[in-house]
């Protein structure tokens, strides 16, 4: 399987404990994005990297939240001491090197995680 | 502030017609809008796409219309099928500048048998 791959497909945890989110983008593409998308909402915009370089993060990501890609390959995504309110549907999605099939992403089928 | 406005929020269609979804922008830096079409428990797809430079783009049964002047675009799915029950959402980007992609908040699309 080429796609974008996310791992675990769904996660169930108590308030205040943390969790890792993973994401192996498609190995030729060197951008990686993280959605979050609650029901019935677009997905919105959380962070993004060239490589292992975080570009950009939105105000979304407060500070429990961290990304990383140490090696410009897969990424991990934590929650630190979790909260109902972030639970939603957590979407990894990588594109190749721009002027290569243009700006379209490919997104995994994310990782639900549910705060109880 | 919502930067893509979508609607409508839901649609039913019967088999064979053509369901219309339209949106709109205010920031005049987008240059790239993208369809993502989203089914349950899968992550979105990319359906098609077009640039400000062209009023409309056809994909098989998908059809993206573009008016700059009005900053607005619509989709428009021909033959419409069962099988295309999805939520479908428009998008926009700055593309070169800035290729973060900006969701609406989605359409649930029913296309009756």
């Known amino acids: 399987d080429t796609g974008v791959s996310q791992n675990p497909r769904h996660k169930i945890t108590k308030r205040g404990q943390n969790v890792t989110f993973r994401c192996d983008p498609i190995?030729?593409?060197?951008?990686l994005y993280w959605y979050r998308q609650t029901l019935g909402q677009g997905p919105e915009f959380l962070t993004y990297?060239?490589?292992?370089?975080?570009?950009?993060k939105s105000r979304l990501l407060s500070d429990r939240f961290s990304a990383e890609r140490p090696k410009g390959s897969f990424s991990t995504l934590e929650i630190q001491r979790t909260e109902q309110g972030d639970s939603a549907m957590y979407l990894c999605?990588?594109?190749?090197?721009?002027?290569?099939?243009?700006?379209?992403?490919?997104f995994g089928s994310g990782t639900r995680l549910t705060v109880v | 502030q919502q930067q893509v406005k979508q609607s409508p929020q839901s649609l039913i269609v019967q088999k064979g017609g053509i369901p219309i979804i339209n949106c709109a922008y205010e920031n005049t830096a987008f240059d790239y809008f993208p369809w993502y079409q989203q089914f349950p428990g899968k992550g979105p797809a990319l359906l098609i796409a077009i640039r400000p430079d062209v009023s409309e783009k056809k994909e098989g049964r998908f059809t993206i219309s573009f008016n700059k002047s009005a900053k607005q675009f619509s989709l428009h799915i021909m033959d419409s099928q069962p099988g295309d029950s999805a939520t479908y959402f428009c998008a926009a980007s700055k593309g070169v500048r800035d290729d973060k992609i900006i969701f609406g908040k989605g359409t649930r699309l029913h296309i009756l048998p």
């Open positions: 190995s030729e593409h060197n951008r």
């Open positions: 990297f060239q490589n292992e370089a975080q570009l950009e």
């Open positions: 999605a990588s594109r190749p090197p721009r002027g290569l099939l243009g700006y379209g992403y490919t």
